[in-house]
């Protein structure tokens, strides 16, 4: 089974999604299911998960609608305030939903290069495990530093790195970050995703060779069985195709065995989130 382990819904709005700013035109529409489903059937992807792209439980409950409606959204990563009084209570209502499987904050967001060691974050963080939920990292390369202090707190959750906490393949400056990815790696309870790579690129001159140093050190660091393919859709729109994004990945992995192979694509996804 081929999973995108990483990819985005929304009705746009210019307000609530004003991330999307005007030199991404290209993802300033709705972006629903009908419009992802064909496009996973060209590729020979049998599901995907639905990952937060709005800081709100309405966003969590968007999500979670879609996946009732449509059998090949396999799980769904939302957002709750993890910093709430009303934490415990609104974790036990999420719990209901079969197809929630964790969430994600919007890290890379903050100013605070250390925020993700709050102590009342982490106290939210640590509510997770008695419901099975798993943790999305969203961070930059700068953030990494307090991410490797993080993931030694929680031994027992379920953690995973996006979008390879978007190194700079524009200026292939990689020995820092990968000095703090590698430690990061030594943690088994944490897994990374291939994904984001052509949106942390120059849009319009990406090649797949900037991205295999990086590749490299990933593979190396966490081992196939903690990687997993993540489109990045719609976001990756703004560079390239779902063909080639895909593309990038199978052809970098095509090396290795095909059971390796097959845990990238699908079965680390399916064993890390349960779907």
Known sequence: MIIDAHQHFWQYHPVKDAWITDDMKVIQEDFLPHHLQPVLQENGVDGCVAVQADQSETETDFL??????????????????????NLSERLEHFSRFEKLKGFRHIVQGEPDPAFILRSDFCEGIRALSKYNFT???????????????????????????????????????????????????????????????????????????????????VLDAFGPERL????????????????????????????????????IMGGNAVRFYGL
């Open 64 to 85: 979670l609608d879609l996946a009732a409606q449509h059998n090949f959204i396999k799980g769904v990563v939302g957002w709750v305030d993890l910093r709430a009084d």
């Open 135 to 217: 943790y999305d990292i969203l961070v930059y390369p700068v953030q990494l530093p307090a991410v490797a202090a993080f993931v030694q707190l929680f031994p027992d959750l379920r953690l995973v790195i996006d979008h390879m906490a978007k190194p700079y393949f524009k200026t292939g400056d990689i020995s820092v970050w990968e000095t703090h990815m590698r430690a990061i790696a030594e943690h088994p309870h944490v897994y990374c995703k291939l994904s984001g790579l052509v949106t942390e690129a120059d849009w319009q001159k990406w090649d797949a060779a900037h991205f295999a140093p990086f590749l490299d050190v």
């Open 228 to 263: 997993m393919f993540g489109s990045d859709w719609p976001v990756c729109k703004l560079a390239a195709s779902y063909t080639e994004v895909i593309g990038i990945v199978t052809d970098y992995i095509s090396r290795l065995s095909a059971d390796e192979k097959a845990g």
